[in-house]
């Protein structure tokens, strides 16, 4: 009895497992959530920092008592980014926006600041930025009225922005703008987190970047906004900047290795793999990107 009972119970379970089962196969699983189209989030343990994310970039602005600091509009090709960032700083002040500054030239960071600029903005940006925004006149962005060389600092209402030029890397004029209290650093795409940078590294600096990281290494801060969401939307820290170091070390011994032998460009951009870094953002469609781009320096030595 006992026997036929555990038999009954065994063949009822197996019964429900095969129809779970069965259901798991016919049921169409649901797609992953789509993340919103934006979001503006408080950085954790401040008063008055704010990253707002539309869609794949983002943008910090800083609330102070005396008006609001803005950075990169991220309107290209999309106006209603820009006046839904706007709507966002209105939710939480009502201080009028004094400043947008750039964080470099990139028309996907810069585009669109016009309704800022309406509203009495003063744009700010690196010198080099603002000489190729007036040698080029891309439609839709506000040519900055004020530049920085190597530094500049922004007080407003009791809060100190840094803007740091260090050097040439992923453009002639990236600024990094740093927040001495907060320990915070807002840099965009020259220092992505955990991540290989994007496809052929175009308009960069390759044996120039390496000096602007040990630079950035060398300020005080403890944590990164990055232009474009790190992993799970985490912040970065110095670590992440390490790595970055060692991986463009690890690159370009292994381009070099290639290039000597004679294998650029296509045969090292198909051999060419550093599997230490499979687990970043982007390894397998941009790496070969990667590797060209050091082929072109050992190849042509830029
Ligand atoms: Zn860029």
């Known amino acids: 009895m006992g026997t036929s009972y555990a038999r009954a119970a ?101 585009s669109g600041g016009k309704p800022f600029k309406d509203l009495g903005a003063r744009f700010v940006a690196h010198k080099n930025a603002k000489a190729q925004l007036e040698r080029l006149r891309p439609a839709n962005i506000v040519v900055p009225d004020e530049v920085v060389d190597t530094q500049h600092t922004i007080t407003l209402g009791g809060t100190t922005l840094e803007l740091h030029y260090v050097g040439r890397n992923h453009s002639d004029n990236s600024l990094v703008m740093r927040l001495p209290k907060e320990k915070i650093i807002f840099a965009v795409d020259f220092i992505p987190i955990q991540s290989v940078f994007w496809r052929s590294m175009p308009d960069s600096w390759i044996d120039e970047w390496e000096t602007s990281l040990k630079r950035v290494l060398a300020m005080d801060w403890e944590r990164l906004i990055p232009g474009h969401p790190g992993p799970g939307g985490r912040l970065g820290n110095k670590q992440d900047v390490q790595n970055l170091l060692q991986y463009m070390a690890d690159l370009s011994t292994a381009v070099k290795e290639a290039a000597d032998a004679g294998k650029c460009y296509d045969t090292a951009m198909k051999e060419v793999k550093l599997p230490k870094y499979e687990a970043w953002t982007n390894y397998a469609g941009w790496f070969p990107g990667n590797v060209e781009r050091y082929c072109l320096l050992y190849r042509s030595g830029f």
């Open 10 to 110: 065994l063949a009822a379970a197996s019964a429900l497992v095969a129809v779970a089962a069965a259901l798991a196969q016919t049921q169409p699983t649901a797609p992953p959530a789509a993340p919103p189209l934006f979001a503006t989030t408080k950085v954790e343990g401040t008063d008055n920092v704010y990253i707002f994310r539309y869609q794949g970039h983002q943008s910090m602005f800083v609330v102070t008592s005396d008006g609001v600091i803005a950075t990169d509009p991220i309107g290209l090709g999309r106006p209603q980014a820009v006046t839904t960032y706007i709507d966002e700083i209105k939710k939480v002040t009502s201080q009028p926006i004094k400043y947008v500054v750039y964080s470099h030239s990139h028309y996907d960071h810069i």
